[in-house]
Nanobody
């Protein structure tokens, strides 16, 4: 059974930092790219960052380039998203999924983790 468990969200002031983690299971983590997405009410879920499975090539949405860093630990089946210089427009529920730039398990989203950037 495919499962994603996101954690690390919270309330942070503008300019602050957060580190999100996603524990994945139920598939061959080491053989698949991973990605982070975010969603705000009334909008489509959007890709934030992706990382390939082998070479570690990364891609980012233009809105987060230079502020967010995606990484993965294949020994623990964990993908992380380090976020700095957070802005109010980063407020969203953040999710992870398998796949480099599109979700492979689109029917198996986790509960997500809420990130709120506000003073």
């Amino acid at each position: 059974q495919v499962r994603f468990v996101e954690s690390g969200g919270g309330l942070v002031q503008p300019g602050g930092s957060l580190r999100l983690s996603c524990a994945a299971s139920g598939f061959s983590f080491q053989s698949i790219g991973m990605s982070w997405y975010r969603q705000v009410p009334g909008k489509e879920r959007e890709l934030v960052a992706g990382i390939s499975y082998r070479t570690g090539v990364m891609t980012y949405a233009d809105s987060v380039k230079g502020r967010f860093t995606i990484s993965r630990d294949n020994s623990r089946n964990v993908v992380t998203l380090q976020m700095i210089s957070l802005k109010p427009e980063d407020t969203a529920v953040y999710y992870c999924n398998a796949g480099y730039v599109s979700p492979i398990y689109s029917a198996d989203w986790g509960q997500g983790t809420q990130v709120t950037v506000s003073s």
